[in-house]
Every structure is written in C-alpha cells, then in structure tokens.
C-alpha cells in the first residue's frame, strides 16, 4: 500500500539534495493513487545511489479545466512551491518540474509520510468534521453542514499558526482548491522533524 512507501535514505538531506534527486534521478513509478482527479503516482527517483519517494503527475494525465489553461497545472504546483521557500515557510514540500519521465514531463514532489509511519490522517490532525455541537475546545468553526443521512456536521480547524500561513499562502497563490485532506502533517524524510504541509497546487495562480 502507499503508506509502506520506502523511506527516502538514511541520511538527512537538504532541501536542495531533494530537488535534485525530483529534477534529475531516475523515476520508477511504483504505485498509483486511484482517488486523484487527475494522474497521480507514487514513484522513486533515483539519483547516484539515493532514492527520494515523490509522487509523479505526468502533464499527459492532467484533465483540462475550462478556467485554466491546459498543460499548466503541474508547472502551478512548482510555482507554489517556490512562493512557499521563497517565504522561508516550507509549507509546500519540496517541488520539481520533469522534462521527462516515464509518462512525460511533469511535476515531482517529495512524499510525506505520517509521523509514525502509518496511515495518514486526513487534514493532519488540524482540520475535521465534527458533530454539531462538538467542536473541540481552542478550535475554530468554518461552517455547518450535513453529513451522511443528514446527520449536522460541523467543518472544524485548529487554531494553528501553520494554518493561519497557510491561509496567507493561498491568498498570495490564489489557490482556488484548498481542502482539508489537501494538509498534511508528518515527515519528508525518516529522520526530519514532522511538519504540516499543503499539497495539490495546481489550481492556483488563476487570473481571475
């Protein structure tokens, strides 16, 4: 399954190692992530001995969208990812655009994994739909809804200081896809301290 995906290495690298082994290494897709609306695949890139566990969107299997144009999205994911670093946030994991691969050019991004290596819990633990009536104590309420056999739910986050640059990063990017299950929170290599991260970047920077 995709959560037994194979750590990156056993050293720690830097966030300029990563992007090289995204951009250049070798990439064997070894997965796919059937839930995506768009082609998304677990692959290893392989670059002078070190694997980096990313995830592959080939702009070949990206659908077309009406307000955006075609072939563009996986070079939005990129773009996202430089506004990120460039802001000294990291919130976007590290991100390279591919000439090639083995479905053609497109974008590649380091995987996260959860904390502790198991599944990963969707909205990183920070965002949730609770009950009505149970949001936890310190979290904020979005808006109330209803749930399966309109059962009242209420879209709950915490009050939390990578949230709220996350809301900054997607006003400056205009990200018109934030979902909860678009946060993550765990590690982008074994040994690297867990960390929240936003991710599906390619509807952003619309000009509208």
Not at 36 to 64: F, I, M, Q
Request: aromatic share 6%; glycine share 12%; net charge negative.
């Amino acid at each position: 399954s995709l959560h037994d995906a194979r750590p990156i290495c056993d050293d720690v690298l830097t966030a300029t190692d990563l992007l090289e082994g995204l951009a250049r290494g070798t990439l064997t897709v070894e997965g796919r992530l059937v839930d995506a609306s768009n082609a998304t695949l677990l692959a290893l890139a392989t670059l002078d001995g070190v694997e980096v566990t990313c995830v592959y969107k080939p702009t070949a299997g990206a659908r077309p969208l009406w307000d955006f144009p075609d072939a563009t999205l996986g070079l939005r994911e990129v773009a996202a990812y430089e506004v990120s670093a460039a802001l000294g946030w990291d919130l976007v994991p590290p991100t390279a655009w591919r000439e090639d691969g083995p479905f053609g050019q497109g974008m590649a991004q380091a995987w996260i994994t959860a904390p502790d290596g198991g599944e990963m819990d969707p909205g990183g633990g920070l965002v949730d739909v609770v009950d009505r009536g149970k949001t936890p104590p310190g979290w904020l309420e979005v808006l109330d809804a209803h749930g399966a056999g309109g059962n009242p739910v209420t879209l709950v986050h915490a009050d939390d200081p990578d949230l709220r640059r996350m809301c900054v990063l997607d006003a400056l990017v205009n990200n018109a896809d934030r979902k909860g299950g678009h946060v993550l929170h765990g590690r982008v290599q074994p040994d690297s301290e867990p960390a929240t991260y936003g991710v599906d970047h390619g509807v952003t920077f619309s000009e509208d």
